[in-house]
């Protein structure tokens, strides 16, 4: 497994109750206003989040752009959400766990399957290496997780 493929994990306490992220968690503009490379998360069918919602992603990293198929697989109110990312293997998962001030949100990349070749390539060429692009993945983790714990807190 090289670092690409890593699993990549990131956690923040939030002063706020876990009805409140889940409420933040389940709009797709917090996850475009949140991520440093998520820009847009449309829903392709109706419905809102939910499991088996199909969603684009639009990314944006420097010049490079690029959209994404993503469909939600778990959908646990106020516990767990995750969504598979179809085009590149990757499942991003939200874990919501109370704690006696608040929330603690958790959040992993985990890879279901080896990254496509084209991923590794566009990577490589467009993003400046596999290597650099996980290790902007995974600050750009902390960094969502942090702006929703600002939103939950205020």
Known sequence: MGAAD????????IDARPEHVWQLLTRTRTHADASPELVAMLPLKPGGFRRGQWFLGV?????????TRNVVTVFEPQRRLAWDTTTSGARWIFKLEPTDSG????QHRVLTRALPKISTAFATI???????????????????????KAAAES
């Open 6 to 13: 890593r699993d990549m994990r990131a956690e923040v306490l």
């Open 103 to 106: 929330t603690r949100l958790v």
């Open 126 to 148: 467009a993003l400046g290496g596999e290597s650099e692009q996980a290790d902007e993945l995974e600050a750009g983790m902390l960094e969502t997780l942090h702006h929703i």
């Open 59 to 67: 990314n944006r990293r420097k010049a490079a752009v690029w959209p």
